[in-house]
């Protein structure tokens, strides 16, 4: 039986609906699909696939993503079936896709990329908005903000807008820098070593020294520029970023991540405590309902053949993330051979939450996902995280910088929390108290050479 009320399951549904309306590649109540025709003509008996369909569904308080088909038969009548093993529970939402086919995967990528993050390159405020930020004219004192994945740069700055302590930071900073930047890029087609060269390509040559503020993955996007890229980096500071990877990435999680994404944005939906306090169901929503469209001809398959470890590959922003010790980039970015050669000062902030409220309907999920074992392909069971996390990204991870352990002035722990979270760093007047130290010493300690 569900624990969500109709209610919650009425306001989820028509805030998944709202964040896809852009979607219209991926979404379409009107497309029709005819599959498995045969050669010149449809023999007697053969199936007509149509309207296949991505439904949430809640079972006893845990979403859960599902495919399904409604199928035109010998007869002409048709019937609704389950693609992938269907359990059984109340819709929360039933959306049409358009069927995809796998030379069409790359391209549907990229659309859902410009759906979540729709502007590109370096942005700037102005009256109250990003826009486009002009050309660097001469060096420049830059302070860089990086977002995370499924992300863009107006989710950072609406965080720092929804407390006095960020505008406060805010101010701070455009007294501080000559420029203060945002960095939008794609974050699911592509890699973050390419995001890490296109950054390098819009400010070499341009900045006398550049301090970045990244969250999550726009930590990796920073350590490949501290690394390689030949950037005047001066602070590095990291909110919640999977440097060593995370859990959330591993193949054979796929289906199980983006159900745990799905309820983690209702989460941020329906709580009314500080996860409810963040403006993160859209996107969220949006980016899981959005991948499982764009991957359903993996997902579907992996019904019934071993292609799950596709799904990640096929999807380099997140591949890059996996904690699995046969991630090439991971072992690239964490080789200790080359910390010697990294660039700039890293500092890092992170946290391990847990709800205050755990027998709360809506927190069910994540007592499902701490302490119910994942069965995988190799016999080998394990909890999504094994260890400390802010719901997203493991505590350990957040610490290890370019393959050298961050020493302990340079981490802010928040510890165990039930208010601070992922999506919430910069809400916080203790991360803001933190960067601004390291900042305001490192501008201190230049002054001075």
């Known amino acids: 039986m569900s624990t969500f009320s109709a209610e919650n399951r009425k306001d989820v549904g028509e805030c998944i609906k709202s964040s896809i309306s852009s979607m219209e590649s991926l979404f379409s109540a009107e497309h029709m699909e005819a599959s498995e025709r045969m050669t010149g003509r449809r023999r007697s008996g053969a199936t007509l696939r149509q309207q296949p369909r991505l439904q949430l569904v809640d079972v006893d308080g845990v979403l859960r993503w599902r495919y399904r088909d409604v199928e035109a038969g010998p007869s002409g009548r048709r019937s609704l079936r389950a693609i992938a093993a269907t359990a059984m529970g109340d819709v929360v939402v039933d959306l049409p896709l358009k069927p995809l086919n796998r030379n069409q995967v790359l391209a549907a990528m990229q659309s859902l990329d410009d759906s979540l993050t729709p502007s590109r390159g370096l942005r700037v405020i102005h009256e109250g908005q990003l826009v486009k930020a002009p050309e660097i004219e001469h060096p420049a004192k830059v302070l860089l903000f990086i977002h995370g994945t499924f992300s863009k740069g107006e989710a950072l700055y609406d965080e720092l807008k929804s407390t006095e302590d960020g505008h406060k930071f805010l101010h701070w900073a455009h ?75 591993s193949p054979y999680r796929l289906r199980d991540t983006l159900d745990y994404f799905a309820n983690v944005a209702a989460a941020c939906k329906l709580a009314t405590g500080a996860l409810g306090a963040v403006p993160f169901a859209g996107p969220l929503f949006a980016a899981t309902a959005g991948l499982m469209s764009v991957l359903q001809t993996v997902l579907y398959a992996s019904a019934k053949t071993p292609l799950i470890d596709a799904g990640i590959a096929i999807v380099p922003g997140l591949a890059a993330q996996s904690r699995v010790d046969n991630n090439p980039e991971r072992i690239a970015l964490q080789d200790d051979r080359t910390a010697a050669h990294v660039s700039g000062t890293f ?34 069971t394990d909890a999504i995280f094994e260890s400390a996390n802010d719901l997203v990204v493991d505590c350990d991870s957040a610490k290890k910088f370019c393959g050298a352990p961050a020493a302990a ?41």
């Open 175 to 249: 007294e501080h820098y000559d420029h203060v930047l945002f960095f939008d890029h794609p974050t699911l087609a592509v890699s973050p070593i390419l995001n890490a060269v296109e950054l390098s390509t819009l400010l070499a040559g341009r900045c006398s020294s550049i301090d970045i503020i990244a969250h999550s993955r726009g930590g990796i996007v920073a350590a490949w520029a501290a690394k390689g890229m030949k950037l005047p980096l001066g602070i590095v500071c990291t909110l919640g970023s999977p440097l060593d990877g995370t859990s959330l990435a």
């Open 347 to 380: 500092i890092g902030v992170t946290a391990n939450f847990s709800p205050q409220h755990i027998d709360e309907p809506i927190w069910q999920f994540w007592k499902r996902w701490q302490r119910l074992p994942w069965s995988v392909a190799n016999k080998v």
């Open 409 to 449: 002035t340079q981490i802010f722990d928040f510890g165990d929390t039930h208010l601070v979270h992922h999506c919430n760093y910069l809400t916080q007047s203790r991360t803001l108290d933190f960067v601004k130290t390291h900042l305001t010493d490192r501008h201190a300690a230049a002054g001075r050479t």
